[in-house]
């Protein structure tokens, strides 16, 4: 074995943190683009769900909650994407991989925001799943990435926090708010707990990833400590969990659910989703609507620059 | 629900509240629409700078019409011809150039209008204002700065621009037609008009934009409710939820 791996052994033995100048196998490397590039575009895509309410917002203060919350996801996208370029890939070539389909994001944002209980739901289960595995991802072994982490977990508990409030609002308001806020839940509820990835015994990257310390605890691990922090949230709440089989299992201390419908979580992650193209080709859009923009100020810096010199 | 003003001062800050709360709604539609994600974040921290100070200047107009109504209640429950923004504001975003030359001319405005408030007898105006001139002040840098990018950038932002300015430049005339508020409540409406056009002047010129000639507007004014056909859409998007669940807590 040579000096470099051996190195590189030591820091993950030692559970201290890989930094961007330290030697690290290619298969690492390749394995943290994807899942670094994966995470900017879900913050990104991510936007475009709650942005669908932004417009709708029924107060001065959910609108500009919503909105700060938006552009806290936005920072979050360049944060990661910066994690990104530390591992050498650039922003604009990780963009070009999404838009070319050969980079993913969560697949919970292709399900649409059809009322405005979703911006809670969203909130509540989305932010709340993500926050599970982002708490994780706080001692994942990549520096860069492990430091993003701690940044934006301190911001996504005000998303959960403010995604909660919506549900409460709706919850205990008028009769058709309350049935908005089942409904939100009922849709959103099992696409949430798929967030998490598939079960330990099916999922392809996880030996390695545990192995390299990128991840720390396994999809079902995780997974289940969701569930059983949601389900008294939503008994505050007087909303029904959509699972008639769920039940708390006094010797484990742990909740059972259902079996997923995993068919639809594959469909849904190859493209076949409700909101796929759409979301794709919004962003798309907005980058070629931007071109022009951005060549102008690169245009400006470069006759700015040369005048200086 | 049929909001009415009563005082003189509220009917004429309520002009002001409206071009904020307008032009923020115009600016968040920007979100996740941006030229890139830099970009994206700046537009959405001057649009929750207008939404912020388009609500406490409600809370003025609410608390001097005695609390009769909420800031709420202004934004989601009156009509087109009810609303008294700048028509300036409500021009959409038909590209980029378009929300940078409509948020410029705005910034210099409202810097001037912001400048005066401070020494308004209105305390609660006078201590709003310090805090929102440090706001517009990142703002107008902001807009300045594309200003000069997108005039002296390549071909097409020139172009752009331009068709932005010459379109947008039609909506300013009746800022400076001062009525008998204006005179009362700024304490020098000529300085407004001629700031602002020194400031803009130069800045076009700088960009390298020509100013055509615009014959005088028949539109008739904002400040007796008229508007361009763009603000019935925007307020039946925006009034959407409290209208169609009036009973709701939200």
Same mark, same amino acid.
């Given at each position: ?34 899942? &670094? ?41 360049? !944060? ?11 922003? #604009? ?11 993913? !994001? ?23 799943? #993500? ?13 860069? !990435? ?39 839940? $009922? ?48 008994? !505050? ?23 997923? $419908? ?6 849904? &992650? ?35 620059? $040369?005048?200086? #010199? | ?13 309520? +002009? ?17 629409? *941006? ?9 959405? %921290? ?19 019409? *005695? ?10 429950? +009156? ?47 006078? *201590? ?20 000069? +990018? ?57 960009? %390298?934009?020509? +100013? ?19 603000? *019935? ?18």
């Amino acid at each position: 074995m040579d000096k470099f791996q051996e190195a590189f052994d030591e820091i993950i033995e030692k559970d201290l943190k890989v930094e961007p100048r330290d030697w690290m196998p290619e298969e690492y490397r390749k394995t943290l683009i994807r899942q &670094v590039s994966q995470h900017a575009h879900s913050e990104v895509i991510g936007m475009q769900p709650e942005g669908n309410w932004l417009l709708r917002a029924p107060s001065l203060r959910a609108k500009q909650v919503l909105l700060a919350k938006i552009q806290d996801e936005a920072g979050h996208g360049l !944060y990661l994407y910066s994690v990104a370029e530390t591992l050498g890939i650039s922003r #604009a070539e990780t963009i070009e991989q999404l838009h070319q389909g050969k980079a993913k !994001y969560s697949s919970i944002f292709n399900y649409p925001t059809l009322t405005w209980a979703d911006i809670g739901a969203v909130g509540w289960l989305v932010d709340g799943a #993500a926050i599970i595995n982002q708490v994780s991802l706080q001692r994942t072994s990549y520096g860069p !990435y492990s430091r993003a982490m701690v940044k934006i977990c301190k911001e996504e508990s005000f998303h959960q926090r403010q995604g909660y409030e919506i549900m409460c609002q709706m919850a205990f308001g008028t009769p058709e708010q309350k049935e908005m806020a089942q409904d939100a839940l $009922n849709r959103f509820w099992e696409p949430s707990l798929m967030m998490f990835g598939p079960h330990d015994a099916d999922s392809v990257h996880k030996g390695q990833s545990m192995a390299w310390k990128i991840k720390r605890e396994s999809n079902d691990h995780l997974r289940q400590r969701f569930i059983d922090r949601t389900v008294a949230q939503a008994e !505050y709440l007087g909303l029904t969990i959509p699972d008639p089989n769920l039940k708390f299992n006094e010797e484990t201390g742990h909740y059972e659910t259902s079996p997923f $419908n995993w068919d639809e979580f594959w469909n849904v &992650v190859k493209g076949n989703g409700p909101c796929n193209t759409q979301r794709l080709d919004h962003h798309k859009r907005a980058h070629e609507n931007g071109a022009w923009v951005r060549e102008a100020a690169a245009a400006y810096a470069a006759k700015t620059e $040369n005048k200086v #010199a | 629900m049929k909001i009415t003003i009563e005082n003189k001062e509220a009917k004429f800050l309520l +002009r002001i509240a409206d071009t904020a709360l307008i032009l923020g709604q115009r600016v968040a539609e920007l979100c996740s629409n *941006g030229p890139f994600l830099e970009e994206d974040i700046a537009q959405s %921290n001057i649009s929750l700078d207008l939404f912020g100070r388009a609500e406490e200047l409600y809370k003025i107009i609410a608390k001097i019409e *005695g609390d009769k109504y909420t800031a709420d209640d202004y934004v989601f429950h +009156r009509n087109e011809r009810e609303y008294f923004n700048l028509k300036l504001v409500e021009q959409p975003n038909e590209d980029f150039a378009w929300t940078i030359a409509r948020q410029y001319m705005h910034d210099v405005y409202v810097q001037e209008v912001f400048s005066q408030f401070q020494s308004s007898s209105n305390e609660e105006l006078a *201590g709003l204002s310090a805090k929102v001139l440090k706001e517009i002040r990142y703002s107008y840098l902001h807009s300045k700065d594309w200003m000069m +990018r997108l005039g002296l950038g390549t071909e097409e932002s020139h172009r752009r621009l331009q068709d932005a300015v010459s379109h947008l430049r039609k909506f300013v005339e009746e800022i400076f037609n001062w009525d008998e508020l204006d005179r009362e409540y700024y304490q020098d409406c000529d300085k407004i008009k001629s700031n602002w056009e020194s400031e803009v002047n130069a800045t076009l010129d700088a960009c %390298n934009i020509t +100013r055509e000639d615009i014959p005088s507007q028949s539109m008739r004014d904002y400040r007796d409710g008229f508007h361009s056909e763009h603000i *019935g859409h925007l307020l039946s998007i925006m009034q959407y939820l409290p209208r169609a669940y009036p009973d709701a807590k939200w």
